[in-house]
């Protein structure tokens, strides 16, 4: 069987018995996601149950986790077209639907999560980027707290900006991340998150950059256990709402969906603290894993020429500027 009929017939057979339970006529929200951290996975159930007890079972929430899906960029697309009703993808990956999102991959945008929170809860700078896909057929509807991404290598750990001199280090397929690499003096190579372990067994990388779950979830931390706190980004994952998907549920129905996303944000943020805190300890108790803090200055000083060329993407530029703004 073709993969494409896999999904036609094992989303057809969830909405069959979605829509018999207890013989009442029902929205059903088809939720998908790839691999994630648990916090998040929490946070989508969260989301979820809030959605259904708010409109007493009016609106039913289905689960196709882990990939079952396809990756990202395949939710996403599966969301423009109302195959699936609402997904969570990485607002790196958002940079080729929409240059809005490129921003959060602006290298040390925020200096403290406390700064980077007070922006992505304020309306004013999120409401245009999460329309700027409307057109494409979905749109964002919130966000969960994805930590700060930093370096972890092989051979050894990340102490100046010269340590990162010709180094092989894996990327997301982003122009920001790219060149953010080049000017920290590095070489990036762009590829899945999938091939990473394997190419840093075998020496294809020097090392690879994010959040600490990837240590332990996906095993980093046995071939590369040298972590170092620059935290030259935090890219937020993004909630995606299909537009056709929005457009049959009442107004009533959409504010309580409002209302679960704004409340499982907040449940999403406090899970995130106490899971970094157990996976830091468990990187080191299983892995060895060392974990380094360094004055981010020169790294910071190194990127200034992207800062520099933004006035050439006014739009861009713009919302920029709000965020430095909202910042404060």
Not at 54 to 63: D, L, R, S
Not at 98 to 104: Q, R
Not at 305 to 320: A, C, F, G, N
């Amino acid at each position: 069987m073709k993969p494409q009929t896999i999904i036609k017939t094992t989303l057809a057979i969830a909405l069959f018995f979605s829509l018999s339970l207890g013989g009442q006529a029902q929205t059903v929200l088809r939720l998908a996601y790839a691999e994630n951290s648990q916090p998040i996975k929490d946070a989508l159930h969260f989301l979820g149950r809030e959605i259904e007890e708010k409109t007493q079972g009016q609106v039913k929430v289905t689960y196709f986790p882990d990939g079952q899906l396809g990756g990202e960029r395949e939710l996403v697309e599966l969301t423009q077209t109302g195959v699936v009703d609402i997904t969570k993808v990485s607002s790196g990956l958002m940079e080729s639907f929409s240059p809005l999102y490129g921003v959060f991959s602006l290298p040390y945008l925020f200096s403290s999560k406390e700064e980077f929170y007070r922006v992505m809860d304020n309306p004013d700078v999120m409401d245009t980027v999460y329309q700027s896909t409307a057109a494409q057929g979905f749109i964002g509807i919130g966000w969960y707290d994805s930590g700060s991404r930093n370096f972890y290598m092989s051979k050894g750990p990340v102490r100046t900006i010269d340590d990162l001199k010709g180094k092989k280090i894996r990327v997301m397929q982003s122009v920001t991340a790219i060149r953010t690499m080049k000017l920290l003096g590095a070489s990036p190579i762009a590829m899945g998150q999938a091939e990473v372990y394997t190419s840093l067994q075998q020496g294809i990388l020097d090392g690879a950059e994010n959040n600490e779950f990837a240590l332990t979830i996906a095993r980093h931390g046995e071939v590369a256990r040298y972590y170092t706190y620059d935290m030259h980004t935090r890219i937020p994952d993004i909630l995606l709402m299909s537009a056709l998907t929005l457009e049959k549920l009442t107004p009533e129905q959409q504010r309580i969906v409002s209302d679960a996303v704004k409340a499982s944000i907040a449940f999403e943020k406090a899970a995130w603290d106490k899971e970094i805190e157990k996976t830091r300890a468990l990187a080191i108790k299983q892995f060895n894993v060392e974990f380094f803090d360094i004055d981010k200055k020169p790294f910071q000083d190194a990127v200034q020429p992207i800062y520099d060329s933004l006035k050439s993407t006014p739009v861009l530029y713009q919302l920029y500027q709000t965020i430095e703004a909202a910042k404060n």
